[in-house]
Nanobody, 127 residues
Framework: QVKVVESGGDSVQAGGSLTLSCTTSIDILRSCRMAWYRQGLQRPGNERQL??????????DYHDSVKGRFTISQDKANNAIKLQMNNLTIDDTARYYC??????????????????WGQGTQVTVSS
């Protein structure tokens, strides 16, 4: 049973925009901090980089390299999160993964999360 599913990856030219979507379950959204990671060959050691994350209460955080260009948001009615990506550059080329990666605290209550990852969606930016 797949619990996290990404979509929206595509090939675009530099300066273009894309919106990635991630559908999951309401239980995962309520329990887990939701995050977008990316992994691309241009990164040292090809490590997975945390791009943005959002908590159930709407608190967000971004990697410095995407601040002002990417926006993460929740679509609670559809059990989904989105990543709006504007002004894309070649360095944004990567496979993007959605994850419920850790527990979260809101309303004074800690919610645990076992970790849930999608299969990823490819974003390719060309000059």
């Amino acid at each position: 049973q797949v619990k996290v599913v990404e979509s929206g990856g595509d090939s675009v030219q530099a300066g273009g925009s894309l919106t990635l979507s991630c559908t999951t379950s309401i239980d995962i959204l309520r329990s887990c901090r939701m995050a977008w990671y990316r992994q691309g060959l241009q990164r040292p050691g090809n490590e997975r980089q945390l791009v943005a994350n959002i908590k159930w209460d709407g608190t967000t955080d971004y990697h410095d390299s995407v601040k002002g260009r990417f926006t993460i948001s929740q679509d609670k009615a559809n059990n989904a999160i989105k990543l709006q990506m504007n002004n894309l550059t070649i360095d944004d080329t990567a496979r993007y993964y959605c994850a419920g990666d850790r527990g979260q605290s809101y309303d004074g209550v800690w919610h645990s999360c076992r970790g849930h990852w999608g299969q990823g969606t490819q974003v390719t930016v060309s000059s």
